[in-house]
C-alpha cells in the first residue's frame, strides 16, 4: 500500500538476471540497488552507497558482507570469516585501484544510466550454447570495467545475508562460483592491460593460485601411493602459509577467531579442490 513502491509480479519464475533486467527497465531512479532476498541490511547502508556513487566515474558498488546465521554451525563460522577474507583483503585491495573484480548480488549499487547500455550484452551472455543462469553479479561487474566506470567496495556498509549451515548445500554454492570466477576471467583478460598491474597479478593468482595447490596435492598422493613415504615440505608449506595468513587477518580484525580459520583448509584441500 505504499506508493512509494512498485513490485513487479512476473507470470512465472524466470531466473535472477530476467527478473533484474525488468526491474532495472521499469526503474526511474538515478541508482539502483540490488538486494537478495536472504539479505538484511544495516540502516545507513543506503546512503553509505549513494555517497561513493556521487562519483560519476563510479558504476558501481558494493558493501561488506556478514553471515547473518554465523553462530548457527562450525560451518557458518567459518564462511563469516571467508566472507570477512573475501571482502576486506580482496576487494579492498582491488578497490584501492578503482576495479573491484565482482560487486556481490546480496548487496551491489549500480549506475542506472550505465546499466541501460549494458543491459542487452548482460541478458545475452551464453555458457556452452546456452542462456547463462550464473555469475550474474560478477558479470555485471566485468560489464560496467569494459565500459571504463570504475568499481568500489566500501567496508562500512554492512548487509548481512543467510550462508549455507551444511557441507552439501556450500559445495554446491563453491561449484557455481567457481565457474563463474573461471568463465568471466577470460572475459577480463582483455581488460588488464588498462588497469593496475596489482589486478594482473591478482586475476592470475585467483585462478591459477588452486591449480597449483591442487597438483600439489595430487603430488603428494602420488608420492605417498608409490613410496610410502609423506611429503612433509609440501605438507609444511601450506600449513604454514594457511597460518601466516590466519595469523594476519586475526591481526588486522583484532579477533583471534581467524585463527580458526585454518580449519577451512581442509575444505578446501580435500573438497572444493
Known sequence: GDSRF??????KNVGKRKAQ???IRRSSGD?????DSDTTLASDVVTKLALKMQDSAVGAAMGQLVASN??????????????????????????RFGAVMCCCGPCAMYRRSALLLLLDQYETQLFRGKPSDFGEDRHL?????????RTEYIPDAIAA??????????????????RSTFRDTL??????PSLDRYLTLDVVGQNLGPLLLALSVLAGLAQLALTATVPWSAVLMIASMTIIRCSVAAFRARQ????????HTFINVFLLL
Open 6 to 11: 512498485n513490485f513487479i509480479l512476473l507470470d
Open 21 to 23: 533486467i525488468v526491474a
Open 31 to 35: 541508482l539502483v540497488l540490488n538486494v
Open 70 to 95: 554465523r553462530s548457527d554451525t562450525w560451518l557458518t563460522r567459518l564462511i563469516d570469516m571467508e566472507y570477512w577474507l573475501a571482502c576486506n583483503e580482496e576487494r579492498a585491495a582491488q578497490a
Open 141 to 149: 561487474t566485468i560489464l560496467m570495467l569494459k565500459a571504463g566506470l
Open 161 to 178: 545475508t543467510v550462508v549455507p549451515d551444511r557441507l552439501g548445500p556450500y559445495l554446491r554454492q563453491q561449484l557455481r562460483w567457481a
Open 187 to 192: 572475459l577480463a583478460l582483455h581488460l588488464l
Open 256 to 263: 583471534l577467531r581467524f585463527l580458526g580459520f585454518s580449519l
